[in-house]
């Protein structure tokens, strides 16, 4: 089922017509055939939406809000007037504003949808999240402008396409509200024609035709029932009705014209990502020491990895493996702060480093200045959520220490040869960062973002050290 053509009216100024031009856009293509699937949809609150289209006063199921939640757009679509299908519009997006900064947030809603057609897209007279979001995903871009000013601020629509490497093909400019009672002397005889030049100067290119300005459909947005009336049906002795037609016809054609739509690449491009990502994952889980890096316990297992406490890499890459919870505090509590025994795990001590570590990274590594052979000292480092020291503190290495009745070897060393000594059984120049992991489900560090997480804090703490 091939994806939804998909066409966002954008103005980074207000007053040129877009809500005009996207409503009766929907009906006018819905005309031209009437078996074509036509969705509306619109990210500005002034309801122009809902007034034209809805039938019934039931509640609604959701609104253009929920796309950004988490919810498919099949199941917020309604039956409108005139045959068009739409989603309703929302007065909290303002709301949603402060917490979304991602374009392609709109490109995922709409992926998960079954919607076919042509959906059309009205948005508001900025380029906030939203209308990033409907240009990104958009097959077909209409910019209305209406005068020098509005054709000025087209550039920042081209400049967010620009930036998210998205070819120009979609753009085109719509003279709209052209008053062609106006005449010039010169070259371009009509404000149409004047337009039409700043365009072409620019390099932009555009749609066939213009919108004229007509009393008469201005006011069939202005009346004491506060119905908004479409053009087709109560404007069709206007010159603005053969203008809409033709504007359609030329949508329609380019939706027919289109082999793959922007939505069908997007798909494609996340099939392809994901694809990628399990890739890297697969090779994170693969590289993996499969034993404890203390005890050596057994913890990686083909089908799953056993209930870990902390993931450790070395900041060369080369070493990474997980450690039980209780072999690595007990190793802090033991050599770091001066524990005189191993801490019990009910110790109110323990369930205090236990929580605190779940915001915490800690770092081993050679302590500055430190290189003789016979007097190692190793740096223990604790670091926030942001990657800041916390604190640092140095011991010195010996590789057997003295118990109770005998001299027993440090418990450790084992991490160190498995991690950070070289084949002489020094101390190099790289460091190991470990993070408390889910011991129900460690394998979620090698997730991308909590990877990616992971791998920029071991850049920036490496940037902290001596």
């Known amino acids: 089922m091939s994806a939804p053509y998909i066409v966002t009216i954008s103005s980074d100024k207000g007053g040129v017509g877009k809500t005009t031009l996207a409503t009766n856009l ?18 500005d609150n002034h309801f122009s939406v809902d007034q034209m289209f809805r039938i019934n006063r039931k509640s609604a199921q959701g609104d253009v809000g929920s796309l950004f939640t988490g919810s498919n757009p099949d199941n917020l679509v309604e039956i409108g007037e005139y045959g068009v299908q739409f989603i309703p519009s929302s007065d909290q997006m303002h709301i949603l504003r ?16 079954s919607l076919t057609g042509i959906v059309v897209i009205d948005t508001r007279p900025d ?48 003279p709209c509200l052209v008053d062609k009672r106006i005449r010039y002397n010169g070259p371009f005889s ?27 459909v201005e006011s069939l947005n202005t009346n004491p029932e506060g119905k908004i009336y479409p053009v087709l049906t109560h404007g069709r002795n206007t010159e603005v009705h053969v203008q809409m037609t033709h504007i359609a016809r030329q949508v329609y054609l380019g939706s027919i014209d289109t082999d793959v739509r922007r939505l069908d690449e997007y798909r494609m491009d996340m099939a392809h990502s ?22 050596g316990n057994p913890l990686v297992e083909k089908e799953r990895i056993g209930p870990a406490g902390y993931f450790a890499q070395s900041s060369d890459q080369k070493i990474s493996g997980f450690i039980e919870e209780e072999c690595f ?18 110790n109110p001590i323990w369930d205090l480093f236990r929580e605190s570590a779940q915001r915490s990274y800690f770092l081993l590594q050679r302590a500055p200045h430190t290189r003789n052979f016979y007097q190692q000292k190793l740096s223990f480092y604790r670091f926030d959520d942001d990657g800041l020291e916390v604190s640092h503190k ?73």
């Open 26 to 43: 929907a009906i006018y293509l819905k005309a031209l055939h009437e078996d074509l699937p036509v969705t509306l949809l619109s990210f």
């Open 329 to 346: 505090n007990s190793l802090v509590f033991r050599y770091f702060y001066g524990a005189k025994r191993t801490v019990e795990a009910h």
């Open 190 to 216: 009509d404000p149409y024609q004047l337009l039409k030049a700043y365009a072409i100067n620019r390099g932009y290119r555009c749609m066939e035709g213009y919108i004229a300005k007509s009393p008469k």
């Open 127 to 174: 380029l906030d999240i939203f209308t990033q979001s409907a240009l990104y995903v958009a097959d077909r871009v209409i910019v209305p402008v209406k005068d020098a000013p509005s054709m000025d601020n087209c550039q920042h629509i081209y400049d967010f396409f620009d930036f998210h490497s998205l070819s120009r093909r979609p753009l085109r400019i719509l």
């Open 394 to 466: 140095i011991i010195e290495l010996q590789e057997f220490e003295k118990r109770l009745l005998s001299k027993e070897r440090s418990d450790l060393f084992p991490l160190l040869e498995r991690t950070l000594f070289d084949n002489q059984g020094r101390l190099g120049d790289t460091f190991l960062l470990l993070r408390k992991v889910s011991s129900d489900l460690p394998e979620e560090i090698f997730y991308e973002q909590n990877f990616a997480t992971f791998t920029r804090i071991m850049a920036k703490v490496s940037t902290q050290l001596p």
């Open 98 to 113: 402060r917490e979304l900064d991602d374009p392609t947030a709109l490109a995922r809603a709409l992926a998960k949808s």
């Open 274 to 295: 994901e694809e990628e990502h399990q890739s890297a994952y697969e090779k994170r889980r693969n590289s993996l020491i499969t034993g404890c890096l203390i005890c």
